[in-house]
């Protein structure tokens, strides 16, 4: 069954420091599908990226980028040069592929916190 | 455009009664997924529909819980005689969706969740 680990219940940091938040997940399936969301205080959760199994390409977008590594299951997404505005809590989710398998599986999410 | 809308945005109710949540998705969007996100936790599948079908039910809790989706568009997501356990945000989502043979890949948009309290 698939599964998805964020060991870092809660990280704070200053801001203008740079931030990783941690991703691991296990899944039999060759085709794989991996997220980030972002739930900010306000509660709603907003679609960050999707990266599918067959592209380890790494990407970036603006101050985030994410680190996709099958070798060791991982998919970690990092904030440069954090702000404020950031601080939410993040959450990695798997989709296995197929016809079958639809819904996400997400992890427990990590609490951001950007000081100022 | 508009996103996925949901409805109410907060409900309190008493142990004993029925809920009726409702989800309008994204205009186009072929699957909905509902989820349950309890405090401090990520979301859990719940069902999904594509078009009117309910493809996968197997995450609801048990025979309380039922959804439908009976025009492909709105769907609402009930739970008869609720108890204090069922409090927390219930979340719906959407998706466009592949469908000739191949993997559902596209991604789910989320409405802002209801959340619900039982006292």
């Known amino acids: 069954a698939q599964k998805v680990t964020q060991a870092q219940t809660e990280i704070s940091v200053v801001e203008k420091e740079d931030v990783t938040l941690d991703c691991v997940y296990e899944?039999?399936?060759?085709?794989?599908?991996l997220f980030w969301y972002k739930q900010p205080p306000s509660g709603e959760l907003v679609f960050l990226i999707r990266?599918?199994?067959?592209?380890?390409q790494n990407e970036i977008s603006g101050r985030y980028s994410w680190n996709f590594q099958k070798s060791t299951s991982s998919f970690n997404f990092t904030i440069t040069a954090s702000q404020v505005v950031d601080s939410a809590v993040y959450f990695c989710a798997l989709r296995e592929g197929g016809t079958s398998g639809s819904r996400l599986t997400f992890g427990e999410g990590t609490q951001l916190t950007v000081n100022p | 455009g508009a996103g996925v809308s949901q409805s109410p945005r907060y409900k309190v109710t008493k142990r004993g009664q029925d809920v009726a949540l409702r989800c309008d998705p994204i205009s186009g969007h072929v699957s909905l997924y509902w989820y349950r996100q309890a405090l401090g936790q990520g979301p859990e599948f719940l069902t999904y529909?594509?078009?009117?079908?309910?493809?996968?039910k197997s995450g609801l809790p048990n025979d309380r819980f039922s959804a439908e989706r009976p025009e492909g568009s709105i769907s609402t997501l009930t739970i008869q005689r609720t108890e204090q356990r069922d409090s927390a945000m219930y979340r719906c989502?959407?998706?466009?969706?592949?469908?000739?043979?191949?993997?559902?890949?596209?991604?789910?948009?989320f409405g802002p969740g209801t959340r619900l309290t039982v006292l």
């Open positions: 989502a959407s998706s466009l969706a592949r469908l000739a043979g191949g993997p559902l890949t596209d991604t789910q948009y």
């Open positions: 899944t039999r399936d060759t085709t794989y599908y």
């Open positions: 529909f594509n078009y009117e079908a309910q493809q996968d």
């Open positions: 990266r599918n199994s067959f592209d380890e």
